[in-house]
């Protein structure tokens, strides 16, 4: 379980271009279901998700993590946690041009001091299992918009993590490439796994994988339908 | 086994990386290689230079006995060998036999000289340096030198053997010849010699020798190992000095290179650093990798730039210096260098290029990798 108490993050703090991005934020989120964060642009969804995802620390308030504080933890914690817990999906995917994909979904466990041939073996079933196999040695700039999200996906996944981030996931996928992820997303729920998305796209919100809607506007949490 | 495993693996994501900007890394391991090649090839140039002093005094004798004549070098009779030889500390005097030819074939004066007993070649044979061999073509045993005498009538020596020594500076424009043709070449008379040489049994007692010396032979030079070892250095230490004027251009331009590198990361690489950063990388992963990518590129430019040095300076025989180091001798610029390499220097050298780049790539990685991540979700 995820649990944000009071919190707010302010950009640039103390400077006159600072920005709340989050004000006061109380949230709980459970264990092994589909939440989606919905809100215009701006309304704070992405600085949640870095937020629980232990991408940046809060500027107020207290983040849980299974029960254990995690917001005031110095930055190599951090990077541990981010490595056990969370798989992320960016919104432009973000994989490294010039690598494989197979390079790229091995990426995460480098550091990790693990054998290759595990690795790479798990990342090999971790893209037969998203129909990207036979793309595994290609360069990643020759995959389309589709299996470019499952790379990433792939790569998010490597590492076995227990919940799954994605930032506008669908948002430059046509409704096909959109359904087909729905399907992978309902694939992890079913493996009991937590997945975090934010979305503008109505079809993701009122998908059958989804446990729960987190409504957004002006860096405030203004509804929480489950 | 796991750190080992770890750094495997950020080698082989560095050397993914480094292959991903092909042109941009080539560019910079040339730049890099060209700066460590000049430093190298001056110090390489020095350190050669110091060699051949070295292998220069090792021959030369205690002191040295020189005849003046209105203040001038003139022939010493060999009656003064007895008279030096009677002073207490003085052994092995001997008569010398050396001058200066100029050779109007090639444009070039060559060193004359009788040697030791041992090293004598055969009446009407002589042994040359390389440097001559290369200005008259005769890179031949048996091969014909004509020499004209002072009388104008040419006198033909048969190359016994070109010069092989460790001191190629001074020995490129040597001809070794046999006493008696000397003397008969250069019309020398039976009891003159261009100086005496002898040795001191003990070394520090050289400046009383002398002293004794000067009062016995009053218009004589004497001429003491220690003066010759000053010469020396003060000949070589100016070339090396040139040498170290060059080698500091090449830091100042290494330091320019550095500082640029130091100045930050492209937008490119920020965001790079960001994603590895948000899929699970430590500040410190991203910190080994860039010292992985640091170490090949600075030790790749180091090997190649010391290589090349080593090839200019000992096999090329270093043409970018020698017309302005080396050259007081028509046939100087063409000869080669003895290769030795001062394993300390390299060291040095090998810290002086690699620690500062690598400090100069870790510090804006550091700054980047330092930030929260979040930035790469937006």
């Known amino acids: 379980m995820i649990t944000l108490s009071d919190v707010s993050k302010i950009y640039n703090e103390g400077r006159p271009n600072a920005v709340t991005a989050l004000h006061a934020v109380t949230l709980t989120i459970a264990r092994g279901g589909v939440t989606v964060f919905m809100g215009p642009s701006g309304s704070g969804k992405t600085t949640l998700l870095s937020l629980v995802g232990c991408m940046a620390r809060p500027s107020t308030g207290r983040i849980t993590l299974d029960g254990a504080p995690v917001s005031g933890l110095p930055e190599r914690f951090l990077t541990d946690l981010r490595r056990r817990h969370f798989g992320f999906v ?62 990433a996906i792939a790569r998010a996944l490597v590492n076995d993590a227990p919940v799954l981030i994605a930032d506008e996931p669908t948002a430059n996928l046509d409704t096909a490439l959109t359904h087909r992820f729905l399907d992978i997303v309902a694939a992890l729920r079913d493996q009991g796994k937590t997945v975090l998305l934010t979305s503008h796209d109505p079809r993701i919100i009122a998908a059958a994988p989804v446990s729960a809607v987190v409504e957004m506007r002006d860096g405030q949490v203004v509804e929480v339908r489950s | 086994m796991n750190a080992l495993r770890r750094q495997r693996a950020l080698a082989d994501y560095t050397i993914a990386a480094l292959s991903r900007r092909k042109v941009k890394n080539l560019a910079l391991v040339a730049v890099f290689s060209l700066v460590v090649f000049l430093l190298a090839s001056a110090m390489f140039f020095a350190s050669a230079l110091r060699q051949e ?38 052994r092995d005097v001997r008569g010398r036999l050396w001058g200066y030819y100029y050779d109007r074939v090639s444009g070039a004066n060559y060193t004359v000289m009788v040697p030791e007993a041992g090293q004598m070649p055969p009446p009407g044979q002589v042994i040359i340096g390389e440097g001559i061999a290369r200005a008259r073509g005769l890179e031949w045993q048996g091969a014909p030198l004509f020499l004209s005498r002072k009388q104008g009538d040419l006198n033909r020596f048969d190359v016994a053997q070109t010069f092989e020594s460790d001191s190629a500076l001074l020995t490129a424009d040597l001809l070794l010849m046999n006493a008696a043709d000397f003397r008969a070449f250069f019309s020398v008379p039976e009891d003159m010699f261009t100086d005496l040489a002898a040795s001191v049994r003990n070394p520090r007692e050289r400046a009383t020798v002398v002293d004794k010396a000067s009062r016995a032979m009053p218009d004589a030079r004497f001429v003491t190992r220690d003066d010759i070892a000053r010469t020396y250095m003060k000949l070589f230490d100016w070339r090396e000095g040139m040498m170290v004027a060059l080698a500091a251009v090449a830091m100042l331009a290494f330091a320019i290179f550095a500082a640029d590198k130091a100045s930050g990361l492209s937008a490119e690489e920020a965001r790079e650093i960001g994603i590895l950063k948000a899929i699970g990388w430590d500040t410190r992963d991203v910190i080994a990798m860039k010292l992985w990518e640091g170490g090949f590129v600075s030790l790749g430019a180091f090997l190649l730039g010391t290589t090349a040095a080593y090839a200019h300076v000992f096999w090329a025989g270093a043409p970018l210096f020698a017309p302005v180091l080396k050259g007081w001798a028509v046939i100087y610029p063409a000869f080669r260098l003895a290769p ?31 930030a929260d991540p979040d930035a790469v979700m937006r």
Not at chain 2, 57 to 81: H, K, N
Not at chain 2, 350 to 370: C, M, Q
Request: aromatic letters at 4%; a negative charge.
């Open chain 2, 340 to 370: 030795g390499v001062d394993l300390s220097e390299l060291v040095v050298l090998l810290l002086l290029t690699t620690l500062p780049y690598a400090a100069a790539t870790v510090v804006p990685v550091w700054r980047a990798a330092s």
């Open chain 1, 90 to 151: 960016f919104q432009r995917f973000n994989l490294i041009r010039g690598l494989t994909v197979l390079d790229n979904v091995m990426l995460p466990a480098a550091p990790l001091g693990e054998d290759p041939r595990a690795v790479q073996a798990r990342a090999l079933a971790r893209l037969e299992a998203l129909g990207l196999g036979p793309k595994a040695l290609m360069p990643v700039e020759v995959l389309s918009g589709g299996e470019t999200q499952r790379a």
């Open chain 2, 53 to 90: 002093a070295d292998a220069a005094l090792e021959g030369a004798p205690d002191l040295i006995v020189q005849q003046l004549s209105l203040g001038r070098q003139a022939m010493i009779s060999a009656d003064l060998i007895d008279d030096l030889a009677s002073i207490r500390g003085v």
